[in-house]
Every structure is written in C-alpha cells, then in structure tokens.
C-alpha cells in the first residue's frame, strides 16, 4: 500500500483529470522577458518542476493587460505573441504527464509606475497601503475593455494547448479590489452592494468562458479572509465560493491576505508561522461547495497533506515554495523517500525577498533554482580527482554536496567541532528552526554523497601540500565584530554567537549591541529566557534587513516580551560598574550585567593568498568573501563547485595539483 495513498490518487478539476492531488501554486519568477515572453531559463526550470510528479503547474500571475504588470520580468497574456512559448511550457509539461494552468492577472494598484509604466489604475483612488501609489480611477469603458482583456488572456491560454485557467481574485489584485469594501468605493453599477462589486469578476467569469467554450476548465483564487479592517472575512468567503460554483467555476483556491496584510505573514507564510496556517480557511469553503477546494500554504510535508486530504479539509494541495526548494517533492513522497525531500525552511529569503526587490527568484535550499540548466551540465569528474573544502559553514556545506555531485572525492574540513558555522546561532532564537532544518538538511545530504569530513581540521599550506588537492574552495566565514572602544575587552562583552552557540552565557540584565535582524533575534533569545534586556540600534530602524513579515512578527514579540527598544543609540565604553551609550549629543549609563555584541562580521579570508600557486584551483565563497545572507552563501558555494566540475571537464586528468 502507498505511503500517501490519497495524496497520489488521481483528481478531477472540471473534466480535466490530474494524476495525483499535487499542483504547483502559481508564482511569478521574474524569469520571463521584458515582453512578458516564455525564456528558455524559464522553460527548463518549469521542466525541472515537472519531471518531479506534480500532477499540475499553476504558471504565475499572467497580466492581461501591460498596465496591469506588478512585476518586471513577470509573464503576460496580453498579446498573441506569448502563445508559442506557453505551447512550448505545455507541450514540456504534457511530456512527463503534469497538466499546465496558468493565472489570469491584473495587479490593479498593486504595483507601481515604475513597473507598470504608468499611473496604476483601480476601482477606487485609494493607494496601496503597501506601495503608496495612487491610483487613477476606472471608468466603464476601461472596465469594460479589462474584462475583454481577461477573456482574451483566456483564449491565448486555451489557444497554447494549456489545459485550464485560474482567475487571480485574491491577495489584493485588481479583481479583489472590486470584490472588496476595503478598497472598492465606487457609487455605480460596480461599487456599493456585494452583487455590484462582484459585477466585475462575473463579467470576467462570462468573458473567459465565451472565449474557452464550455467544458474549459476554470478555477478561481480567492483570499478567504483580507486581514484587514473592512475587508473581507471567512463567512464573505464561504458565500463567494457558493456563487463561484453556481456560476461554474470549476474549483476553487484558497488563500488569504492583500499588500496591507503582508506584513501579518500569513500570504506566504515566514519561518516563525506554524505549517498549513491556511487549511482551516480551506476547510471552511469546502463545507459551503461541491467544487474541490485547493489548499495551499507551507504545506511542508507529504503526511501533513495527506493529513489534510483524510480530514476532508481539501480536495487538491498547492505546493509553492516547498518545489523551488525540491521539485522532486512529490515523486520522493510517492517513493516512500519522503526524508529525503530538502525541506523549504520558510526562510523568504530567495524568492519573495527578492521578488519584491524585483529582482528574480531564487532558493536558498536549492542552488539550482532557476539555474536549471547550468547545474544540469554539471560535469562528472570520472577521476574523482580530490576537492579540499575548508570550512564547514552553510556555503561550505554546500560546495561540498555540489563538488560530489560532479564526482569529486571531496574532503569537508571544518576547524571548529561541528558542522553548521553560522548556522548554529541563527537556529537557536526562538522561531528559527528553519535554519537547524537546513544544517540537518545539509548535513543529512553530505553523508549521503560520501563526503568526508574531517572536523577539527584547519587547512593551511602544509595541509594541502599533503592532500594535493585538484581544488580548494575556501569556505572559512567570517568573525564577529567588536569595535575598538574602551572596555571592549571586559569578560562581561559577549558575541551574539558566543552566546547563541552557547559558548558563553548572560547574566540577569543584558544590553544587546546592534539592531539588524540579528540582534533583534538575539534579544528576542534572551528575552525568552527570562533576561531584561535592553536592544540598541545606532541608527532609526530595528530588523531593517528582515524580510517584511518576519520583521513585523519579530518586532511584536519583541514588544509583547518587554525588549527596552533605543534606536540612534550606540555603545562608547564598558567601564567596570557602567555601560556607558551615547544618543544625539546626551551620554548615558545604563544598568546592565551583560554586553552582547550584534555588530556584524568580518571575512576571515587570507587562505586564498596563502595557496597561491599550490593548487590548481582556488575559489573563495560565502562571508569569506564578504558577510551577507545564507541565501548568497549556499549560492557561492555551489557556484564554485560547479566552476570546479567545468574546469575539469576542460582539463583532462593529466592536470595534477602542483608539488
Ligand atoms: C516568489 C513567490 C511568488 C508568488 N507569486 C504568486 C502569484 O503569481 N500568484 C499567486 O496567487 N500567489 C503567488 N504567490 C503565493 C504562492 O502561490 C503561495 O500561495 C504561497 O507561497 C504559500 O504557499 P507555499 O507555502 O507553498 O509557498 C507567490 C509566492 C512566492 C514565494
Ligand atoms: S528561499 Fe527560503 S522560503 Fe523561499 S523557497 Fe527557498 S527555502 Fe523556501
């Protein structure tokens, strides 16, 4: 009997028959051109995500209209030139058994000028509470031609051979802006009472089915409650999905939120939220229709999903992120390999972070997100010729995983004892597990593609003199600042990583020294503790390089814990009986038993220079090179691997490592 059995059983959406319950939610990728056109980077990603079982793929959030583009390099229906490479996506997905949808988008005022390329427009000129545009009311004849826009946008899906259509009525785009109080005031025929602000999306419902023919299959996303004040709640919800259904939509998909609620980390759900915090709204709407309801968010694990499945809570799963950090999540569920799967630690790191910078997306569990066909051409070094990785860090790490991977026989060296580096302090707050996942995670794939690791080995010249190494990649971190004041030195001056790696520990009444996300998540450790603490930041902002949601999360808990918050205050001295600071011109002392510093850190590089000449290959990766974000450093390390395996294939095994 299979592990998941509900989970891998066949579905009906409409008439369209999916091979298990697994679609993949949409998500813009930022991968497509300046158009809105298919990429060949984006077609072979998507073909990554198919050859891993997912029954379907949602493509992201497609505008229908340039003016509705939210971001840069998202993809559009709004013109017949994007049809041959959506048949291209389709005719990939159709290859290894996966049905392919696509979103029906329009970002309404959602977005800005600067994306849109002009003014936003709206139901209403009320700006996003996000974004702060405001936006240019619709008049009927505009509304009129959107609803065109969208059933046109069906038709060029239809046309590319995909095989259903998801109307895109949540998170606060264009069609929520109608259906919602919160943002629709408008006095006519599509503002005032629930029938006239769903006036729109009927229409659109109507357009999109005229220009499919019957039978075309339909889905609808709603978010089921907006979290915002005025905004629509769960019982609007469950009433909506009951005319969706009379009006034929063929199932619909729940989540939650719009822009003024993204910061409440339910949308796309940060580490510190609990895993599947959506399916009770799932749930809800599946008592009200008969249509499958699709459920989605953080849905980490097959048992979870198939929990879900057996409590009746919801006909089909969505996974998102959890198939950028492992496409091959449903075929290693299906397999009974499910400890296998590199888990999504939730991080936001790479994809939303960055997708709200409109930048691409990226994964920080999986390298080769988005880089499909770069690390498809991973060579495999038939002379498992010897990689030196000298430090043990998330970078490190994985170097390593990616080195084996291309057939080096690879020594990990990590001169601490134990592996994890930086990863050890930031899995230790409260609310940071994802990043113990992803050390286990590592760790757990390390020993599976043989890699030794020698633990408190430090690699310097004599060593890889030894070792004649085909190529080193210096992995070695970085060190925790402390700056040059009086009294730095004092026993009672501890490091953030001291601390969180329980190397040295705090007395009652603590000062945490620096407010990014790391000392705000530092003070939040020790405020759980029972410690008073007191958090310093020398500028304006605490958590300012946090993800949006996880900083408004933090800084709740901060507040709800008592953390005693000075911003534009800085330390100037440690003196025996007084920790003195100093804010705008006034010099204070405050009382307190324990310094911790969260200043940040400096590269410990240098290594690079020493082996010069030695080694055939030398590569410096992650906060070696400067400190930034675990996302960056997993990155870099496997980069230099993959550099590492093309040099190879260049150099035939002749090349030995130099005397
Ligand atoms: C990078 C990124 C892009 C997203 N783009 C879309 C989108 O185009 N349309 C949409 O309805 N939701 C979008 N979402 C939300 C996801 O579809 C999904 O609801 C959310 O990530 C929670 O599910 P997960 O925990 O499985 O990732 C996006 C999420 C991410 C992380
Ligand atoms: S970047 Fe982080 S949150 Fe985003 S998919 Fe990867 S692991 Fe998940």
């Known amino acids: 009997m299979a592990t998941y059995p509900l989970l891998f059983s066949p ?10 319950r697994l679609l993949m939610a949409p998500m813009v990728r930022n991968y497509a051109d300046e158009r809105g056109q298919m990429t060949s980077r984006y077609l072979a990603h998507l073909e990554r995500i198919a050859r891993g079982g997912v029954g379907a793929i949602i493509l992201e959030a497609s505008f229908v209209s340039p003016e509705g583009r939210g971001f840069r390099h998202q993809l559009g229906l709004h013109d017949d030139a994007v049809i041959p490479g959506l048949e291209q996506a389709a005719t990939m997905a159709h290859d290894y058994g996966a049905r392919l949808g ?66 895109h009525a949540a998170h ?88 003024g609620s993204y910061v409440r980390g339910r949308m796309i759900p940060p580490m510190a939220v609990e895993d599947g915090p ?53 075929q290693k569920a299906e397999q009974g390999l499910a400890d296998e799967i590199h888990r999504c630690i939730a991080c936001n790191q790479g994809c939303i972070s960055r997708l709200f910078e409109q930048r691409d997306v990226w994964c920080t569990v999986n390298a080769a997100c988005g880089r499909e066909r770069e ?80 633990l408190g080995t430090r690699v310097d010249k004599k060593f890889v003199k030894q070792e004649q190494p085909y190529g080193v990649i210096v992995a070695t971190g970085a060190e925790a600042l402390r700056p040059a004041i009086p009294g730095i030195g004092s026993l009672n001056v501890l490091t953030a990583r001291d601390l969180l790696e329980g190397r040295a520990r705090a007395f009652c009444s603590v000062l945490v020294v620096g407010g990014g996300c790391a000392g705000a998540q530092t003070a939040e450790f020790l405020a759980a503790g029972g410690h008073a603490v007191t958090l310093a930041e020398a500028e304006g902002d605490i958590a300012a390089d946090a993800p949006l949601d996880d900083r408004t999360l933090l800084l709740g808990r901060l507040k709800s814990q008592g953390v005693n918050i000075m911003t534009h205050t800085r330390l100037i001295s440690v003196e025996q009986d007084a920790i003195n600071l100093q804010s705008g011109g006034e010099i204070f002392g405050i009382a307190a038993d324990t310094v911790v510093l969260c200043l940040g850190s400096r590269p410990k590089h240098g290594l690079e220079v020493e082996l010069m000449g030695l080694v055939p290959h030398i590569a410096t990766v992650g906060d070696a090179v400067s400190a930034r974000r675990a996302t960056d450093a997993v990155l870099e390390g496997a980069l230099a691997a993959l550099g590492l395996s093309r040099a190879a294939a260049r150099e035939p095994a002749a090349v030995k490592a130099a005397s």
């Not at 946008?153 to 995909?162: I, S, V």
């Not at 943002?183 to 503002?191: I, P, Q, V």
């Not at 057939?407 to 113990?436: M, N, T, Y």
């Open 11 to 20: 579905g009906r959406i409409g008439r369209l028959t999916l091979k298990n």
């Open 102 to 167: 696509v979103q029906l988008f329009h970002a309404g005022r959602q977005t800005t000028a600067a994306v849109s390329g002009g003014q936003p427009v709206a139901p209403s000129e009320i700006p996003c509470p996000l974004l702060g545009e405001l936006p240019r009311g619709l008049d009927r004849m505009e509304i009129h031609s959107l609803v065109r826009a969208y059933g046109d946008a069906a038709r060029r899906a239809k046309a590319a051979g995909l095989d259903f259509v998801e109307i």
């Open 172 to 259: 606060g785009y264009l069609i929520t802006q109608f259906l919602s109080p919160f943002s629709n005031r408008r006095t006519d025929t599509y503002g005032g009472s629930t029938e006239n602000r769903r006036r729109f999306l009927a229409e659109i419902i109507e357009a999109v089915r005229k220009e499919t023919g019957p039978g075309f299959p339909v889905t609808v996303r709603l978010s089921a409650d907006e979290m915002v004040p005025g905004g629509m709640q769960p019982a609007d919800a469950q009433d909506l999905a009951i005319w969706l259904q009379e009006r034929g939509v063929d199932a619909v998909h729940v989540s939650v939120g719009n822009y």
């Open 278 to 330: 959506l399916v009770k709204y799932a749930a809800l709407l599946k008592q009200a229709v008969t249509i499958p309801v699709i459920t989605v968010g953080k849905l980490r694990t097959p048992a979870l999903a198939e929990t879900v499945l057996a409590n009746g809570q919801a006909d089909f799963i969505a996974l998102g992120r959890e198939l950028l950090a492992d496409p091959d999540w449903p």
């Open 375 to 454: 690390f498809a051409g991973l060579a495999h070094d038939d002379e498992h010729r010897k990689v030196l990785v000298a430090g043990g860090g998330p970078a490190g790490m994985s170097a390593a995983c990616t080195a084996a991977r291309a057939g080096f026989k690879v020594v990990l060296c990590e001169a601490g004892d134990a592996l994890g580096g930086q990863l050890h302090a930031a899995g230790a707050a409260p609310h940071r597990g994802g990043w113990s996942e992803l050390l286990q995670d590592l760790r757990h794939q390390l020993k599976l593609l043989g890699v030794e690791v020698r």
